[in-house]
């Protein structure tokens, strides 16, 4: 099953008008943050950084709200959206200011709000939104494994096996489907802008058949079927992931060129693959795991056959820019989150592949942030 692919942590790439105004008004602002952030002093920056929690929460209370459902297209005053949401108007109008402030809604003034093209994406009415993303990152066994980091740090051990006493996020899921709900969804809505952009990337007019391990409720793998019309495929994860998986196949259009098979990813696979992607899966475990994934396809493939992985290929060296930031708060929340999972370089790709007698062949870069590492039996 996939998990937190830029997930979110990572400016997620739409392909869509809403998207495409939210860069630019992304592209406008990092201008200005930057020259105002060389302008302060390094203490404020970091206070900056420490309260950026702050920021994250207000974004999860406006979503949970349904702020940006009320404003849609329109201006509305603080005290309109207070009465519809059941609220205190005089704590609505300092959410919407803070909201303001960090360019997710624009105050009009008279004690009226917009949303900017920023709001605009967390709506649940349009293309691409990435509401269920806000969802997943606000919901409270989420955000809050993150004050266990020191811990994890120190011991070794994930938040959830110090908190909870359970293996790894996946476990938690298992205990509670509500919040699995909301994990599932937000990986569905991040395989909405990866299986296009994998679409784009890759060749696939030579193959006829792809198996799509971990591929969740198959958003990804029905994005890849819809651009390239020749393709059949098999979409595999656990029973429980893909129970829902046909409905959307279905609605995609490509129910009739694809299989639904649940099973372990970890012990074998479907054969008869002449491509096997597996989507920002390999990162959340560690070599061990890993490795028994990788060997599981192995198995699977034949020789002419190729392994494709969607994940993000770390630099060797660590510099502050935006791109690598995200790379590093998405390797922290393997790290506080699953069994060992960690974003990993192009040597580590190379060697975890080695070790399962398969031979790196190359990695293809996306316009999302993570990479295609494309590898053949050895």
């Known amino acids: 099953m996939c998990a937190n692919s830029d997930l979110g942590l990572a400016a997620v790439t739409h ?142 051990q994930n938040a959830y096996q110090i908190l909870y006493g359970l293996d790894c996020s996946f476990a938690y899921y298992e205990k509670h489907a509500d919040v699995a709900q909301i994990f599932d969804d937000a990986m569905s809505m991040v395989s909405a802008f990866t299986g296009p952009a994998s679409a784009e990337a890759y060749d696939f007019a030579r193959v006829k058949h792809i198996v799509d391990v971990g591929g969740g409720h198959g958003r990804f793998i029905a994005s890849v079927l819809k651009a390239h019309p020749h393709l059949r495929g098999t979409l595999f994860d656990l029973p429980r992931v893909v129970e829902d998986a046909p409905k959307l196949l279905m609605k995609e259009g490509v129910s009739d060129r694809c299989e639904v098979v649940g099973g372990d990813m970890f012990t074998s696979v479907p054969a008869g693959g002449d491509i096997y992607l597996i989507c920002q899966v390999i990162h959340d475990w560690d070599d061990e795991y890993a490795s028994k994934v990788l060997r599981a396809c192995r198995r699977a493939m034949a020789p002419a056959a190729k392994l494709v992985i969607l994940d993000r290929v770390m630099p060797e060296r660590i510099e502050p820019n935006p791109l690598i930031q995200a790379d590093v708060l998405l390797d922290l929340r393997m790290l506080v989150g699953t069994r060992g999972g960690l974003e990993r370089t192009a040597d580590e790709f190379a060697a975890l592949l080695t070790a399962a007698a398969l031979r790196l062949e190359r990695i293809i870069p996306t316009r999302m942030p993570a990479s295609l590492v494309e590898a053949s039996p050895t």
């Open 15 to 156: 392909s869509e008008s809403c998207l495409e105004a939210s860069h630019q008004t992304i592209n406008r602002s990092s201008v200005v943050n930057v020259e105002q952030a060389h302008r302060q002093p390094p203490s404020a920056v970091a206070m900056r950084l420490a309260t950026a929690y702050i920021v994250s929460q207000a974004v999860n209370a406006a979503t949970k709200l349904g702020i940006p459902d009320l404003l849609g297209d329109d201006a509305v005053t603080a005290v309109e959206i207070a009465q519809a949401t059941g609220s205190q108007a005089n704590m609505m109008r300092r959410l919407l200011r803070a909201l303001a402030a960090f360019d997710v809604v624009t105050d009009l003034g008279a004690g009226k709000f917009g949303l900017t093209p920023v709001g605009q994406c967390l709506r649940s009415d349009v293309p691409n939104s990435v509401r269920p993303l806000v969802a997943m990152f606000g919901c409270d066994s989420f955000w809050q494994t993150f004050g266990s980091l020191t811990d994890c740090i120190k011991t070794g």
